[in-house]
């Protein structure tokens, strides 16, 4: 059971927006950035934003981060067929004094 | 952007130790934290452990005991220990920069089985 909270699943259509949750803890979402990555079939994940809405270059600003308190969400506007992969949360942990992660959300795009 | 690959043996034995090694390319070892984290089929992602540069180290609690991450600064290489396999062991395991859930580059991932 992973220590942050993801739904197992997400959809939306073409061009649609749609957000993917993450849920944690003070110690962990609540005191720290949250990362997200997404990870296409049979390859490695790949870095894609954080809370603060740092992105590596080539990632679009279709894509965004937030936080508010021990939650986060990663918001995708103008879906496209090509964001269909898999998306996981992480955030740095106090308490455990190491990183954790989230369960993964698998989008589709309808 | 620094890449990164995995080497090591695809099939391990239960009991025994699992042992891969990371090497990085296309910038130096030094200056950075580098992780291991590994993926179970169909599942999410697991850390296990990182190490700085200087040989510092910080493990997953879960692991601890077991686990043991080592970098040879001489060959832009860390590697990664993990004794008294079992089959919950059997992953993709994936080296990465950063330690603070920050990975900004990863490796292609290695699948490791573990089976008699």
């Known amino acids: 059971q992973s220590v942050l909270t993801q739904p197992p699943s997400a959809s939306g259509t073409p061009g649609q927006r749609v957000t993917i949750s993450c849920s944690g803890r003070a110690s962990n979402i609540g005191s720290n950035t949250v990362n997200w990555f997404r990870q296409f079939p049979g390859t490695a994940p790949k870095f894609l934003i954080d809370?603060?809405?740092r992105r590596p270059s080539g990632v679009p600003d279709r894509f965004s981060g937030s936080k508010s308190g021990t939650s986060a969400s990663l918001a995708i506007s103008g879906l496209q067929s090509e964001d269909e992969a898999d998306y996981y949360c992480?955030?740095?942990?106090?308490?455990?004094?190491?990183?954790?992660f989230g369960g993964g959300t698998k989008l589709t795009v309808l | 952007q620094v890449q990164l690959q995995e080497s090591g043996p695809g099939l391990v034995k239960p009991s025994e130790t699992l042992s891969l090694t990371c090497t990085v390319s296309?910038?130096?070892?030094?200056?950075?934290?580098w992780s291991w984290i590994r993926q179970p089929p169909g599942k999410g992602l697991e850390w296990i452990g990182y190490?700085?540069?200087?040989?510092?180290?910080n493990y997953n609690p879960s692991l601890e005991g077991r686990v043991a991450i080592s970098v040879d600064t001489s060959k832009n290489q860390f590697s990664l220990n993990l004794r008294s396999v079992a089959a919950a062991d059997t992953a993709v395991y994936y080296c990465?920069?950063?330690?603070?859930?920050?990975?900004?580059?990863w490796g292609q991932g290695t699948l490791v089985t573990v089976s008699s």
């Open positions: 296309g910038g130096s070892i030094s200056d950075y934290y």
């Open positions: 809370s603060n809405n």
């Open positions: 190490i700085y540069y200087s040989g510092s180290t």
């Open positions: 990465a920069r950063g330690h603070h859930g920050d990975y900004l580059d």
């Open positions: 992480s955030s740095w942990d106090d308490s455990l004094n190491g990183p954790v």
